[in-house]
């Protein structure tokens, strides 16, 4: 049984896709950039914002890449009120799994400012035991947020599961060594998911806990 359950935010926690969406946009008119369709902006959350950038913008002046992330930063957090919302049943279902034993841990594209601030807005952070943010460590699809992790919480791979709607969450968790487990109301079409071969298909937040119940009774 997973000891350890580790889950991207944005899309997966949080319903942020677009606020992304519409600060990226304006970061771009800003500077004078290409304009950025919602599919294109979409596409590449989870990413760093640096990988996003260079993703979004390919052939961008390094000069812009810092440019882009102030403003992106500017709209997210204090200038676009998108709204922004927990998905359904987040904090009742974190919580009966904390109290149920399992350690939960986040791994995002987020800045540490950004993750931060929705950690005191949200008031989850208690209920997480770690966290690493896209600009302290590599950005996925790397493994290296989740071996970090996993260090830190002196597990191994098969202790633990990488939760998240991105193709970027799940690569990251196959090449960690984990069990990953899809998210189909995310950023990314669960069919782009599907390849890395989730444990489960997750189409509500709540359904988690009852899985990983269920998971734990059938086994011998």
Known sequence: MYKLLIFDWDGTIIDSAARIVSSMQKAARDLKQPELTDDAVRNIIGLGLPEAIQMLIPGVDDAIIPQMRERYGHYYLDADDTPTALFEGVEQTLSNLKQKGFRLAVATGKSR?????????????PLFETSRCADETTSKPHPHMLEE????????????VMIGDTEFDLEMGVRAGMDTIAVSYGAHHIDRLLQYKPVLVMHQFTELENWLTETSLNRP
Request: aromatic fraction near 4%.
């Open 149 to 160: 992790i996993l260090e830190e919480t002196g597990l191994n791979p098969s202790d633990a």
């Open 113 to 125: 400012r950004g993750l931060d601030r929705v950690f005191a807005e949200t008031g989850l952070e």
